[in-house]
T-cell receptor
């Protein structure tokens, strides 16, 4: 199984809402990533988890809060977002974080009103 | 600042032709190189990875790496309209836990 799944596919939320994005992989990968992608731009790294520990936070605002409950699951908790946070949120996983191929999930299209 | 540069395109090629996509990178210690294909509104899909100098072929795709020139390319033979997408070059530097993506090249294959 070489699939990374993400839910929901689409999410519309107000600026006062709290929501969560979920990501799951069953490839035995030990590194998982959150990226944000705006239209016509490359993916922009937000967080890296390595062996279930947060190893990189790319100075992401605290209104984005990642969580890695176990080696297969990755969540991104959203609170008090701004309209400029509207984007495609991508989860990826890799065998480990060094020189490894990353496999992306289908993404969650987030719209903040 | 480690950079990965690609021509944004669009690169237009006729159906059946060879499409050549190029990428340069600035970090000399880079060790791993990846090509992703991204259709509009979809997520990136890994199509090739290359780690050592030379060519690596997979079906209609050939990745070429020249570390001395800090250059990596992707050739697509017998291009099909379904190859029309944005191609992202990504580079991982040794010891780093992340890849740096180029801005992508948009490829258009004209029937």
């Amino acid at each position: 199984d070489t699939e990374v799944t993400q839910t929901p596919k689409h999410l519309v939320m107000g600026m006062t809402n709290k929501k969560s994005l979920k990501c799951e992989q069953h490839m035995g990968h030990r590194a998982m990533y959150w990226y944000k992608q705006k239209a016509k731009k490359p993916p922009e790294l937000m967080f890296v988890y390595s062996y279930e520990k947060l190893s990189i936070n790319e100075s992401v605002p605290s209104r984005f809060s990642p969580e890695c409950p176990n080696s297969s699951l990755l969540n991104l908790h959203l609170h008090a977002l701004q309209p400029e946070d509207s984007a495609l949120y991508l989860c990826a996983s890799s065998q480990d974080t060094l020189a490894s191929e990353q496999f992306f999930g289908p993404g969650t299209r987030l719209t903040v009103l | 600042q480690k950079e990965v540069e690609q021509n944004s395109g669009p690169l237009s090629v006729p159906e059946g032709a060879i499409a050549s996509l190029n990428c340069t990178y600035s970090d000399r210690v880079s060790q791993s190189f990846f090509w992703y294909r991204q259709y509009s509104g979809k997520s990136p899909e890994l199509i090739m990875s290359i780690y050592s100098n030379g060519d690596k072929e997979d079906g209609r795709f050939t990745a070429q790496l020249n570390k001395a020139s800090q250059y990596v390319s992707l050739l697509i033979r017998d291009s099909q309209p379904s190859d029309s997408a944005t191609y992202l070059c990504a580079v991982n530097s040794g010891g780093y836990q992340k890849v740096t993506f180029g801005t992508g090249t948009k490829l258009q294959v004209i029937p």
